[in-house]
């Protein structure tokens, strides 16, 4: 049996079912209760209420197509990979979809079980990204004997990542390869040999301060890896870190895209670049917001959220009502947005047909923003960054098993952000999800965005 929402007009909200609760105090939007095993999005009734008419729909068509090409990442098992399996099977996931499995413990058996699962999903029809860590090769030997494992598995793509306690074995002199660019000038070709057809690299669009590199010294080191890559003919993908900060994400995307689009040009290629940008899956807030703190992602916007306080509360506000939050989106620094005036032209310009801005014009705003942000000024050049290691992923943190019934949060600026981003884009840009409240809730929501379930549709009655 659930709580009682503390909260007036709360919808208690199963994708494509609700029910309507009872009230007694506020309570912030997105914060509900579930019964254990069933994710529950809730907002105020007021904000998940149709659209109105006029509102462009074609976001909403696109939030729907990132839903249809979303990957995700799970954590292996003990049982070669039957559970993962039948937990795809039964949300309907889309074959073909890229599934990661992470690479965490230091065990031989660890290792088994990633080869397992791997394996497990490529029979059943499933794209799986092992990890490997550079923090678990000790030798070259290492490094052939589990590159050979995974693609013996049916790994046709791999994600080079440091892995968490790669500092601390540096230090102890215990690793044969420092960094992913280390790995990758010598051994690109072995890994080409052995079948792989692409190669994912991290990303950090919020949070490169934590190696005290600079971004720009941070897109530099991923540029020189991406460099070696695509010049053995692989393809490059981009998976990043999750973060909640919609600007921050849009300002890295626009430079890293460019960087890789400039490395293309050089070496005579195209098409070969794509990212996946790193989105929790509904989490309990408390526990995201620890998660955030031992990854050294900012939260400023993690909740309430940069557009929960544009928008106040409504579902959707005019130009005039959103003057009043220009500083915590971050306006006022550009050429289309440095006055009153800019910015009331630069509303109208995205505002739907009803003259009014939801979350879908506010991450397409951000997005024409921060273009104009690069065209008033030409981004400096890269500087050389004191330290190549690769960063380290939130992948420790990806639950397998669902958690108890508590609140949970779902970051949908980041979703909307994603939208934005991915209209117009030269390159291709997709989310992946990040499990941490466990792996039915992720592939839930999955499955309702393929559907079409978006905001202004989860509270229409099965």
């Not at 030997?141 to 793509?157: R, S, W």
């Not at 052995?194 to 010294?217: C, F, M, N, T, Y």
């Not at 990043?240 to 995307?253: E, K, S």
């Not at 509904?282 to 309430?304: G, Y």
Request: charge should be neutral.
């Amino acid at each position: 049996m659930g709580r009682v929402l503390l909260a007036p007009q709360f919808l208690r909200v199963r994708f494509g079912r609700c029910v309507r609760l009872g009230a007694c105090a506020a309570l912030p939007p997105y914060l509900g209760v579930r019964p254990r095993g069933v994710f529950w999005l809730v907002r105020p009734a007021s904000t998940w209420a149709s659209p109105a008419a006029g509102q462009r729909w074609p976001s909403a068509e696109r939030l729907q197509k990132l839903g249809s090409s979303l990957s995700l990442e799970v954590s292996p098992e003990d049982r070669g990979g039957r559970k993962v399996c039948q937990l795809l099977s039964r949300e309907h996931f889309p074959p073909k979809s890229c599934v990661f499995v992470n690479m965490v413990k230091t065990t031989s058996e660890h290792f088994s079980n990633v080869a397992e699962t791997t394996g497990a999903l490529s029979a059943a029809g499933f794209d799986p990204i092992p990890h490997l860590p550079i923090s678990r090769l000790s030798t070259v030997e290492d490094f052939h004997l589990t590159l050979k494992m995974l693609t013996q598995a049916g790994a046709k793509h791999l994600l080079l990542v440091g892995g968490n306690d790669l500092p601390q074995r540096l230090e102890r002199n215990e690793l044969h390869y420092r960094s992913v660019a280390d790995l990758l000038k010598a051994e690109i070709e072995t890994i080409k040999s052995e079948g792989i057809q692409s190669v994912s690299l991290a990303g950090l669009p919020d949070s490169p301060q934590w190696r005290g590199w600079s971004e720009k010294a941070a897109t530099k080191v991923l540029v020189d890896k991406a460099r070696l890559v695509l010049q053995a003919g692989l393809k490059v993908v981009v998976a990043t870190q999750f973060c909640f900060n919609p600007r921050h994400l849009l300002q890295w995307l626009r430079d890293a895209t460019a960087a890789l689009e400039e490395l293309q040009k050089e070496l005579g290629v195209a098409h070969r670049v794509s990212f996946r940008i790193g989105v929790p899956g509904p989490t309990r807030l408390r526990k995201l917001r620890r998660i955030a703190d031992i990854c050294q992602v900012p939260r400023d916007f993690l909740h309430p959220s940069m557009f929960d306080m544009a928008l106040q509360g409504a579902t959707r506000v005019s130009p005039r009502d959103l003057e009043h939050s220009f500083d915590s989106l971050g306006l006022g620094r550009t050429q289309r947005s440095a006055t009153p005036e800019l910015r009331a032209a630069l509303f109208l310009e995205t505002c739907g047909a009803d003259g009014l801005l939801g979350r879908p014009e506010l991450a397409e705003l951000l997005c024409r923003d921060v273009q104009a942000e690069l065209e008033a000024a030409a981004r400096p050049a890269a500087t050389d960054a004191a330290d190549a290691a690769a960063a380290s992923g939130p992948s420790a943190f990806v639950a397998h098993e669902e958690e108890a019934a508590e609140d949970a949060l779902l970051p949908e600026d980041i979703l909307w952000t994603a939208v934005a981003a991915q209209t117009g884009a030269s390159v291709d840009i997709g989310v992946n999800l990040y499990p941490f409240g466990g792996l039915a809730d992720s592939l839930s929501l999955a499955r309702a965005l393929r559907e079409g379930k978006t905001p202004g549709s989860l509270t229409e009655a099965a």
